[in-house]
């Protein structure tokens, strides 16, 4: 069956929504406008307005109605529309969501999810361009997803509904519109491996969500070179699949990390670390990383493209690791 | 007064409201120049237009003194236009052009200028109220006069942050003028939809603002309401409160199919249409001449003519230049450093305009 990343999300839901009747979706502008980002159009006409539930603006509010009703044995699926908007209801993912099962000794379950779009790329400007996944993924307490395929666009989100904590969803804004053949009957996946979506044994190129796309262009030039990449996507971002990770180190000996979030602070620091630390002297070269440029996203096109990640500085990063070293 | 409506008096001077006209011709006939460049491709990312909701900022911005301040939302090309940003300036930064406002660096949901007092451009709702709250602590704090105006979208009373900066501001009785520019929809999210009490006015008058709700597709009556609030916060009376009444005629962005209302309701508000409620008030009390009308026109389409040239005569800035404004740069560029001075693009915007049309 053909579909698109946006209508894997929403078949997705759909199945949730079938399957268990604790399921319900809210946010803002998710049933009369269709979603901001279109993934739930149609499903207020079929599910009605209390589980396609519009709220007012109000992040922190809504967010901690939906911890409040996952508390009270609903199963919400939280939509935040940008992961921009989300740092107003931080307080409550942090604050609440991550934290009532330790501080109630185990006593209270948040099943919550949130999905939110994240990511740059559309020329949206510094407030509507942020990729702070990596930042959640600090957070003790909270699974962080970053579905890249329609597979994962698909599935993840039923299993995420399984899981008794919270669980954030972070879907790239370019992903959206990326069609492509999905199973009739694709259905839930595991959220705690990370998946090598091509192998290769000379480098390993270790992204998730919106770039994956690009590193797998990156690999198919570096191959036209000579160098077999392999392309780990990380899946889950929280909590890492170590395993995974330095099994794919211990086949190339070398890596290279790709991570639309700053450099500073970031997922791919907290990833290289884990590979010096456990597999340092499998590394045949120093890890390297590409990430966007330490800036605010610009909107001018030109600006805009030159602070992220792009198939160029991926391919010449794979390059650089691949001539280093012995 | 809370509550009720304010009615202009009618006896404004022709010549003024003819000015009042023209400001919102300029307003509409560069958005509909923008929905026309970004159909072109020329302009990109989020576009929100304000055709509909002029009378607003035309009757709040004549009612401003230079050294007060704006805040506004990511519908603001109008309200930054109106208080003074070359058209010229604002289509380049839409182009994503170093000779824009902010060099490319904002696009349309983020103009701002110095020069202007012009401080955003901001595209988390409600995210300015706070800083108009700071911008007028202050001013309070430095025992200046000056008034800070912070417009903002219905859509903004539902968030946490709203009550927080009304609440601050008449705490600490700060310069704020609040307007709200009430639409009835937060993209498609109907007031009704998301208020339990739709009265707006009535939620600032819970925090001891003196609020009025105003007829927004009145432009004299917006303004009069306007400056009586501004003399008021001006004159020591803290904050002032607006809930200015209006209707926007066009999808919230580029990318709104408009499944949230029907044609019918937007084609009767369209029959209250700002612009030509004042030119039939105007041309039925005998002070606007056919040969008058066409001249506005001519003149607003001559700003928005020349502001196409400018735009498209400008450039990309260097890559190389990609990491700067992070942080501020120690004797370097001049004009950024001092905060107030109006940015070489700008001025040039403005040169190229040649007579400037509507500065406060
Ligand atoms: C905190 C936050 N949440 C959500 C959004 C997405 N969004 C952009 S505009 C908008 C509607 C705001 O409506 P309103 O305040 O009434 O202003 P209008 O667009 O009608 O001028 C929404 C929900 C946002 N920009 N910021
Ligand atoms: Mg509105």
Known sequence: ?326 | MTGTSVRHSGSVDAAHSRHLLLQMLRVRQLEEKCVELYSAAKIRGFLHVYIGEEAVAAGVMTSLAPEDAVVATYREHGHALLRGVPAGAILAEMYGYVEGCCRGRGGSMHLFDAGTRFFGGNAIVAGGLPLAVGLALADKMAGRSNVTVCFFGEGAVAEGTFHESINLAALWQLPVLFCCENNLYAMGTALVRSESQTDIALKAAAYEIPAWAVDGMDVLAVEEAARRAVDAVRSGGGPHFLELRTYRFRAHSMFDPERYRTKEEVARWMERDPITLLRAALETAGQLSAAEWEQLQADAQAEVAAAVDFAEAGTPEPVEELTRFVYSEPGGDEELRTGTATRAGTAAARRHAGKTTGTP
């Open chain 1, 1 to 326: 069956m053909k579909s698109s990343y946006r209508e894997a999300l929403r078949a997705g839901i759909r199945d949730a929504m079938i399957r268990d009747e604790r399921v319900f979706l809210m946010g803002e502008d998710v049933g009369a406008y269709g979603g901001s980002f279109a993934v739930s159009l149609g499903l207020l006409e079929e599910f009605g307005p209390d589980r396609i539930r519009d709220t007012p603006l109000s992040e922190s509010g809504f967010v901690g109605a939906g911890i409040g009703a996952a508390l009270g044995g609903m199963r919400p699926i939280v939509e935040i529309m940008t992961v921009n908007f989300s740092l107003l209801a931080l307080d409550q993912i942090v604050n609440n969501a991550a934290t009532l099962l330790h501080m109630s000794g185990g006593q209270f379950h948040v099943p919550l999810v949130i999905r939110m779009t994240t990511g740059a790329g559309r020329q949206l400007g510094a407030q509507h361009s942020h990729s702070l996944e990596g930042w959640y993924a600090h957070i003790p307490g909270l699974r962080i997803l970053a579905p890249a395929t329609l597979e994962d666009a698909r599935g993840m989100l039923w299993t995420a509904l399984q899981d008794p904590d919270p669980v954030l969803i972070f879907e790239h804004g370019s992903l959206y519109n990326v069609a492509g053949e999905l199973d009739d009957d694709a259905g839930p996946v595991d959220i705690s491996t990370a998946a090598i979506r091509r192998p290769g044994k000379d480098v390993s190129l270790i992204t998730y969500g919106g770039t994956l796309p690009a590193v797998l262009d990156a690999a198919d030039q570096l191959a036209a070179d000579g160098i077999d990449a392999e392309v780990l996507d990380l899946r889950t971002l929280r909590p890492l699949d170590d395993a995974a990770i330095l099994a794919s180190v211990a086949r190339t000996h070398r890596a290279v990390i790709i991570d639309e979030g700053w450099r500073s602070g970031s997922l791919s620091a907290e990833v290289s670390a884990r590979i010096t630390e456990q597999a340092f002297f499998d590394l045949d070269a120093p890890v390297g990383r590409v990430c966007s440029a330490e800036v605010p996203i610009p909107y001018a096109k030109h600006l805009e493209l030159a602070a992220l990640p792009s198939v160029e500085r991926i391919v010449a990063a794979a390059k650089a690791t691949a001539g280093a070293g012995g």
